[in-house]
Structures are given as structure tokens and as C-alpha cells.
Nanobody, 121 residues
Framework: QVTLVESGGQLVQAGGSLRLSCVAS????????MGWFRQAPGKERLFVAA????????HYAGVVRERFTISRDNAKNTVYLQMNSLKPEDTATYYC??????????????WGQGTQVTVSS
């Protein structure tokens, strides 16, 4: 199993930026696709972004496309989510996840504990 630890969540003003980090330990990180989901209170956990193991393929939810960028540094066992032009509706707990394969077409197998992002209007 892989342990995932997210960090970087903060209270920010609308229009601001944050970079979230997810550090993986345990099983091989570089051989698995990684992703970010988010969940607001009382809502279901929703897909945000994903990246394949080599970092040359990414996918984004429509609501964050062109504002958020997912990337990874396999040497550091870390995946990032750069969030720009933040909106109040981006407020949520953000979770890192690992997929059961090299692409994000595989099922998810692990979750981090989450990091809180709050965007004020």
C-alpha cells in the first residue's frame, strides 16, 4: 500500500493562487497514475485532475481546466496541483489519490487525508 500526504491548503482570496503537494511513500510512486479530487461539506467527492505515471498525459475537470495544472516529480515521489484564479466555488477539501495502473483509466486504490482550501469572496 501507498501512504499519501497532502499539504498546501490555506485560506486565500478569490483570484489568488495555491500549490498543493502530495507526497507518496510505500510502494512505487512513478509507476502509477495520480490524481486530485475535492469534496465540499455535504457534497460528493468530485474529480479535479489526473496525470499518468510518466507525466506526459493529463486530464482535468471542465470547471478547473485552464486554471489548474497537475504535475509530478517522480524523483521526489510528489504530485502537485497548481491552482490559479481561485474562485469561492473551489472551496473544498482536496484529496490526493493513486490509480491502480499507469493511466487514470484504472480504478483508484489509495487516498490521502486531505488538505483544506478555502477561497473567500
Amino acid at each position: 500500500q501507498v501512504t499519501l500526504v497532502e499539504s498546501g491548503g490555506q485560506l486565500v482570496q478569490a483570484g489568488g493562487s495555491l500549490r498543493l503537494s502530495c507526497v507518496a511513500s510505500g510502494r512505487t510512486f512513478s509507476s502509477r497514475a495520480m490524481g486530485w479530487f475535492r469534496q465540499a461539506p455535504g457534497k460528493e467527492r468530485l474529480f479535479v485532475a489526473a496525470i499518468n505515471w510518466s507525466g506526459d498525459s493529463t486530464h482535468y475537470a471542465g470547471v478547473v481546466r485552464e486554471r489548474f495544472t497537475i504535475s509530478r516529480d517522480n524523483a521526489k515521489n510528489t504530485v502537485y496541483l497548481q491552482m490559479n484564479s481561485l474562485k469561492p466555488e473551489d472551496t473544498a477539501t482536496y484529496y490526493c489519490t493513486q490509480y491502480d495502473g499507469d493511466t487514470y483509466t484504472y480504478p483508484r486504490t489509495s487516498w490521502g487525508q486531505g488538505t483544506q482550501v478555502t477561497v473567500s469572496s
